[in-house]
Nanobody
């Protein structure tokens, strides 16, 4: 079992930056593929980014590529999402998730993830 707790959400103006953190408890954090997803009001939960266990491989949705960066610190059992050049359309609840899947992680769906945090709200004003 892995428990995940997100933090760092808030209100920011368009063009600004935020860094989300996801603290994990439980064993073998480095064995999990970690991902970030987001869900805007009335929409499905969408894939944003994934990172493999040692942090050497990262993947992004086209909508955030070049603006968002996923990283992890296995010594701290934490995964991060640095978000720059934020746009109003980035407004959503952001979820951290963990998966036991270690291959084919370039794009992952919600069904591929085994554990979820409760989410943190990011609001980008225009």
């Amino acid at each position: 079992q892995v428990q995940l707790v997100e933090s760092g959400g808030g209100l920011v103006q368009a063009g600004g930056s935020l860094r989300l953190s996801c603290a994990a408890s439980g064993r073998a954090f480095s064995s999990y593929t970690m991902g970030w997803f987001r869900q805007a009001p009335g929409k499905e939960r969408d894939f944003i980014a994934t990172i493999n266990g040692n942090g050497g491989s990262t993947y992004y949705a086209d909508s955030v590529k070049g603006r968002f960066t996923i990283s992890r610190d296995n010594a701290k059992n934490t995964v991060y999402l640095q978000m720059n050049s934020l746009k109003p359309e980035d407004t959503a609840v952001y979820f951290c998730a963990a998966s036991v899947r270690i291959f084919g992680i370039a794009t992952m769906s919600t069904r591929d993830m085994n554990f979820w945090g409760k989410g943190t709200l990011v609001t980008v004003s225009s």
